[in-house]
């Protein structure tokens, strides 16, 4: 169906997409090429929410050569009127012969109709082209339109022996440099940065996206903390700068008071224990164009992501230590009373980072 060239140009519209990695939320990451007798006439990528699309980019840049070329676009093209005008109708107006998209866009505003208006115009139109890498790019967009939550991500630093921190809290630094400067990089794609107040209380972080030299760089991610019992301090790093929310299940009215003085955002979303409903927070956040989210939190968080359900890719360091008995664990998940109730793995990606192993792994589904 495919030829030996459209793997080639859809290939190279997918690197032109990671050119948006950390700068089109709340949209899509999307590139885009456009080929005439063969070659390369005009190419782009989407870069930030409200300037135009990769298709708007490479049809500029190809003028008249866009007249009978091939148009590779890693997502659908779209057909709503948004910020921005359709690009679909960008593309017929140029006089494409044929559209080829990675897959179809899960937004319901357009979900397949871009595709049909380009037909209906008689353009030869294709879909599914290395379509799973296109939606790696794009979990976060894909979880948000089809699902109404982020794609959450949990990073979690261990021992070889599983352990997270000593037994009194002490976790600095289980990981080397190299595996520290990577976890920039995810930091650094991702609309929100969630903790809890377990880590805010024992390590006071930031969970800001920094250079090597400690320096803020590039869009900062909200920095969202479950706090059930509003234990907080104003003082508390995360809080500094503003960017910041707090979600907690029940306070006392002078605890709210003296958060809200310090300019800090309140969300009250109990479970139904009066702790916070995780499924919920999720919910806001997506309601708020939240794609992707990074957990950097403690095994009591940990636990009840995973245990819910919520977590949809984990981001694992291993460091060539061991911390003993009693020191903190990963995940404060129930105990299991068979061995059917137990969470499987599968294991998408590992490589060796400085000294350390890091595991990318996915809570197994049962293939239908
Ligand atoms: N095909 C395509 N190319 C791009 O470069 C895109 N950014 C999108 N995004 C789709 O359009 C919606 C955003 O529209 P506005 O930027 O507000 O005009 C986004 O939700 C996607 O459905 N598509
Ligand atoms: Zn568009």
């Known amino acids: 169906m495919f030829s030996a060239l459209d793997h080639q ?4 519209a997918l690197r032109l997409a990671e050119q948006g990695l950390y700068t089109t939320t709340p949209n899509p990451r999307v590139g885009c090429v456009i080929v005439k007798d063969g070659q390369i006439v005009g190419e782009g990528a989407h870069l930030k929410a409200g300037e135009p699309h990769a298709e708007v980019h490479a049809l500029r840049q190809a003028g008249n050569l866009a007249q009978g070329a091939d148009a590779y676009v890693t997502l659908e093209p779209c057909s ?11 593309l017929i107006k140029a006089g494409v012969k044929r559209v080829v998209a990675a897959m179809q866009d899960p937004n319901p505003q357009v979900a397949g109709s871009g595709l049909q208006r380009l037909q209906a115009q008689g353009i030869a139109v294709q879909s599914g082209l290395l379509e799973a890498q296109a939606r790696s790019l794009n ?29 009194n809290g002490i976790s600095q630094w289980i990981t080397g440099p190299e595996a520290r400067k990577d976890v920039q990089h995810w930091r650094a794609q991702s609309c929100v940065m969630l903790t809890g107040i377990g880590t805010v209380l024992a390590d006071d972080p930031q969970l800001s996206v920094r250079d090597e030299a400690g320096e803020l760089q590039g869009r900062q991610p909200l920095r969202v903390i479950v706090d059930s019992h509003l234990q907080i301090s104003p003082q508390a790093r995360i809080l500094q700068g503003g960017n910041a929310l ?21 969300m009250h979303l109990p479970d139904h224990q009066s702790r916070v409903s995780l499924d919920s927070l999720l919910e806001l956040l997506a309601s708020r164009g939240i794609n992707e989210v990074m957990v ?21 360091y ?49 293939q239908p």
Do not use: W
Not at 251 to 265: K, M, N, P, T, W
């Open 80 to 90: 709503h009127h948004g910020r921005t005008p359709p690009c679909a109708d960008a």
């Open 139 to 167: 979990a976060g967009f894909i979880s948000r339109m089809t699902r109404r939550r982020p794609f959450v991500r949990s990073k979690i630093a261990a021992s070889l022996d599983g352990a997270t921190a000593l037994q």
């Open 296 to 316: 950097e939190a403690g095994a009591t968080l940990n636990g009840a992501l995973l245990h819910g359900g919520l977590i949809d890719q984990l981001i694992l």
């Open 9 to 12: 140009m859809m290939a190279r």
């Open 318 to 366: 291993y460091a060539p230590k061991l911390l003993g008995a009693d020191a903190r664990g990963m995940f404060g998940l129930p105990m299991l009373q068979s061995m059917a109730a137990r969470i499987d793995l599968d294991i998408t990606d590992m490589r060796q980072i400085g000294r350390d192993i890091r595991l990318l792994a996915t809570p197994h589904s049962p």
């Open 246 to 266: 707090i979600v907690y299940g029940s306070a006392s009215a002078d605890r709210i008071a003296a958060l809200c003085q310090h300019g800090v955002e309140l």
